[in-house]
């Protein structure tokens, strides 16, 4: 056990004056909450507004021949009623969303009455251009008011919103629009983001040319630049100009709790990306829970999460969540370091934002610039800080708390996945005192386990891999259209049990720190990248034969990407076919998959049947080829000395 480890934060006295639930009460919740979920859940249930009430509440079982997940579902209800209907008698002229453009002079207050007028109307104008419940819409969107009114517009109508993260390149949002059979998209002409314009409209036109991705029907685009975008009459509208004589009344469509509200492509370890689905009760119910509980929310506090509608951090954090909860959300279309790296200061003070939840890459890149990028900002406002996305070093840990929260500001360290729909692990402020770099202990109803390589569950203080034993109502219900890889990926490898993927470590106190992922997952700057879709991207090209791909310890990114490269015979290496190469991957996943570091590899260490072994890669990239273990299974021993020689040093 390093030092580190050893420190304790314990709950602040500002914390247990003002705080939801202290320790006592997290005790007797959580009890309750594993010994009697049906009573538990169908309590808590009812902070959200029901057309129908539920009868029954949990129906579940990861038995895998019978496999089950079925929240509340005899219960009717609609998730943008339940974001904006529910308030406007309250709170109508309160503050929803506070907006803050790329650029600083740029800012808004959008009430709940006016995100609703907007949304009713939005929900009419797909309803006119033939949008029916189930169909899936693809938004690829920069962060704008109008992408959370086409969240909320599309749930409204019972239609499933398929966001795909506008850093995408043409033929990833292809793939996801094609894979999710989607025949409208919404888009915007250009966005903005760090003072440099992305092509959305014209990318969307590259995606739909691809004789792989047949019917889109509709492109509908907001106007935020204005400038000159390709069009076709016959296929494309202008937001502005069918808003304008849309009307603002319309009625939620009741849904079932179990009906679909949104699908959200993520990475595995092989294949495609796949569509991961959520549905309507048991997601709303847990995000707002989760939102208040762990952010210890109050009325009028003004809540800033950093991330991108493209994530599911978005969904949950920035729309679902504190939109149930009637919480004041600000939603922040640029960069933390533009125009500086002062800018998460500034816009804190602007607009006296109390809870900052962002990601580690973002606080090592502040970090990286020394203390003085806070010096002009007092981010006073600020009582609480989360982090999200992948494990937060402790040096980052302490850097953020002392210099970003003035040392006053827990930090709620939140791990959960794409999949688990919200938080499922996290200290909550009031009750959990804090350990640098452990995500502490689970959210009430979540029941984590610790099982080694066989699935034997592993007691106290150990260190293994991160499984759950029960099901909670936010779980995703299935891969869109492929309901077989969903049974495989999550509850074959140990079976019973839900596999996160992610390796763990239990401490003493029974404190859960999480080491990273156990697969073939990457985790480069929060964003999650299968191996094998780089890989395959890589093999593409027509001057590479064989492509293997590893994550590397990179000090902001937190992995960062190592390619090994097997040319087809006759090809030189040259650094201007490593940049090309990297140009490729860019092109064909997006930018935030481009290779940090290329090696050129003669051949790649396999065992006798011809599997590459990635162990063995992954020692070399991350210059531990001292420790390579057993490499007696290997085909070609050769080849590792070869690799080893010719490392590349970034
Ligand atoms: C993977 C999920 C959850 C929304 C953003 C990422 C890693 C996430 C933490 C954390 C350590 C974390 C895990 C997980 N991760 N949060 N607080 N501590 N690791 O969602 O893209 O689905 O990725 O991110 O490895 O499995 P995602």
Request: net charge negative; glycine share 8%; charged share 25%.
């Amino acid at each position: 056990m390093t030092e580190q480890h050893k420190s304790v934060y314990p709950v602040s006295e500002a914390f247990k004056k003002r705080a939801l639930i202290d320790r006592a009460k997290y005790d007797e919740m959580y009890e309750q909450s594993v010994k009697d979920p049906e009573t538990f859940w169908g309590e808590h249930g009812k902070r959200i507004d029901w057309i129908k009430p539920y009868t029954k509440v949990k129906n579940t079982t990861y038995d895998y021949d019978n496999l089950s997940i079925k929240w509340f579902e005899d219960g009717e209800l609609n998730a943008s009623a339940n974001c904006l209907d529910r308030h406007l008698e309250k709170r109508g002229d309160k503050t929803a969303i506070i907006f803050e453009g790329d650029e600083p002079s740029v800012s808004r207050h959008v009430t709940y009455r006016e995100l609703h007028a907007e949304t009713c109307k939005f929900a009419n104008v797909l309803k006119t251009l033939g949008v029916s419940k189930g169909d899936v819409v693809t938004i690829y969107m920069p962060m704008i008011v109008e992408t959370a009114v086409a969240m909320l517009a599309c749930a409204r109508i019972g239609a499933i919103h398929s966001v795909v993260f506008g850093g995408f390149s043409p033929e990833a949002l292809g793939a996801r629009i094609q894979n999710g059979q989607s025949r409208f998209v919404i888009t915007a002409d250009e966005g903005v983001r760090g003072g440099r314009t992305i092509p959305l409209k014209k990318n969307v036109d590259k995606a739909l040319q691809s004789d792989r991705v047949p019917d889109v029907e509709r492109v509908i685009v907001v106007t935020r630049t204005g400038s000159d975008v390709p069009w076709n009459e016959d296929r494309d509208a202008r937001y502005e100009d069918l808003m304008k004589s849309a009307s603002a009344d319309c009625p939620p469509e009741p849904m079932n709790a179990e009906d679909p509200l949104f699908m959200l492509y993520t990475s595995g370890s092989t294949g495609a990306p796949k569509g991961v689905l959520h549905t309507t009760g048991g997601y709303l119910v847990y995000a707002a829970m989760t939102h208040e509980y762990v952010f210890d929310y109050h009325e009028g506090d003004v809540y800033w999460c950093t991330a991108d509608f493209g994530w599911i951090t978005g969904h949950s954090y920035i729309l679902y969540g504190p939109l149930a909860n009637g919480a004041i959300t600000v939603l922040f279309e640029g960069v933390p370091n533009y125009p500086d790296a002062s800018r998460m200061g500034q816009v804190v003070d602007k607009h006296k934002i109390n809870v900052l939840y962002t990601a580690p890459t973002a606080i090592r890149a502040l970090m990286a610039k020394g203390d003085d990028c806070m010096a002009n900002t007092s981010r006073e406002s600020l009582h609480l800080l989360g982090s999200v996305g992948e494990p937060i070093n402790p040096e980052a840990w302490e850097w953020y708390y002392r210099v970003i929260g003035n040392s006053k500001c827990p930090i709620v360290d939140t791990w959960w996945q794409t999949e688990t729909g919200g938080i499922l692990i996290s200290p909550l402020p009031g009750a959990i005192d804090l350990k640098p770099g452990s995500a502490t202990l689970p959210f009430f109803g979540i029941q984590p386990a610790v099982v080694d390589n066989d699935g034997n569950v592993l007691e106290g203080a150990t260190e293994g891999n991160l499984v759950m034993l029960d099901s909670w109502p936010g779980q995703m219900r299935t891969i869109y259209g492929d309901h077989e890889r969903f049974k495989q990926t999550y509850f074959s490898t140990y079976k019973g049990r839900y596999f996160t993927g992610d390796g763990v470590r239990r401490d003493e106190d029974g404190y859960y720190w999480i080491t990273g992922r156990v697969d073939d997952v990457l985790n480069v700057s929060g964003h999650r990248l299968g191996t094998a879709e780089v890989e395959s991207a890589l093999v593409s090209h027509d001057k590479v034969a064989e492509a293997a791909v590893v994550g590397y310890p990179h000090e902001i990114k937190g992995q960062g990407i190592y390619v090994y490269v097997t040319l087809i015979q006759g090809e030189q290496p040259s650094d201007e076919l490593r940049k090309e190469l990297i140009q490729w991957v860019r092109q064909e996943i997006g930018p935030i998959a481009s290779p940090d570091v290329i090696q050129w590899a003669p051949g790649l260490p396999k065992t006798r049947s011809g599997k590459i072994m990635r162990r063995i890669l992954r020692k070399i990239a991350s210059n531990e080829h001292d420790q390579l273990g057993d490499t007696s299974t290997l085909a070609d021993p050769g080849v590792v000395d070869e690799l080893i020689q010719h490392r590349e040093f970034k």
